[in-house]
T-cell receptor, first 115, second 112 residues
Framework: KAGVTQTPRYLIKTRGQQVTLSCSPI?????VSWYQQTPGQGLQFLFE???????NKGNFPGRFSGRQFSNSRSEMNVSTLELGDSALYLC??????????????FGQGTRLTVV | DAKTTQPNSMESNEEEPVHLPCNHS???????IHWYRQLPSQGPEYVIH???SNVNNRMASLAIAEDRKSSTLILHRATLRDAAVYYC?????????????FGKGTRLSVIA
């Protein structure tokens, strides 16, 4: 079956602009999480969506937002881009939100460069 | 979330076994031990997880200490493709879909 698909793979934006990244989870998966990866901070959790509702949120400013559609596809948006937002943004999908979720499947990420 | 401690880097020769250690001295009784790895230019991928007993799958084995304060990921025969950053992560089974909290991980280099 197809894996997690993230688009676009690469993006260059200017400071102050906004950007929208897309994630299509594995068919049947209802939970989508977003992570930011930078050389300095490593992999950090942004937020998680399940059934179109945000269930968990990491410690990021309000410029970072997301949403999930009825088909489980998710988008994340970053407004008023800063140079420090340059990072690899990773999406992960999981089957559900049961008492124990065993495995998260990650996409290849979107590499965002802010200039 | 309980924290884990891993060596920054390790090196192995190709086709030899690799033992990647992880310390988690503050682990709680409901924390599962998960391992993920991240190959160059890719997103992380699940490797294995366990609670108390040792676990085996097609990718690796997980050996868990009796007191659960440490664990070891075992790659039985390292290949060049196993060169990656390996993350040891604790997830509380009672907290629903808790986010994965990644530390710095162990960068494994495999020498041909």
């Amino acid at each position: 079956k197809a894996g997690v698909t993230q688009t676009p793979r690469y993006l260059i934006k200017t400071r102050g602009q906004q950007v929208t990244l897309s994630c299509s989870p594995i068919s049947g998966h209802r939970s989508v999480s977003w992570y930011q990866q930078t050389p300095g901070q490593g992999l950090q959790f942004l937020f998680e969506y399940f059934s179109e509702t945000q269930r968990n949120k990491g410690n990021f400013p309000g410029r970072f937002s997301g949403r999930q559609f009825s088909n489980s596809r998710s988008e994340m948006n970053v407004s008023t881009l800063e140079l420090g937002d340059s990072a690899l943004y990773l999406c992960a999908s999981s089957l559900g939100r049961g008492r124990l979720v065993t495995e998260a499947f990650f996409g290849q990420g979107t590499r965002l460069t802010v200039v | 979330d309980a924290k884990t401690t891993q060596p920054n880097s390790m090196e192995s020769n190709e086709e030899e076994p690799v033992h990647l250690p992880c310390n988690h001295s503050t682990i709680s009784g409901t924390d599962y031990i998960h391992w993920y790895r991240q190959l160059p230019s890719q997103g992380p991928e699940y490797v294995i997880h366990g609670l108390t007993s040792n676990v085996n799958n097609r990718m690796a084995s997980l050996a868990i200490a009796e007191d659960r304060k440490s664990s070891t990921l075992i790659l039985h025969r390292a290949t060049l493709r196993d060169a990656a950053v390996y993350y040891c992560i604790l997830r509380d089974a009672n907290s629903g879909n808790t986010p994965l909290v990644f530390g710095k991980g162990t960068r494994l280099s495999v020498i041909a």
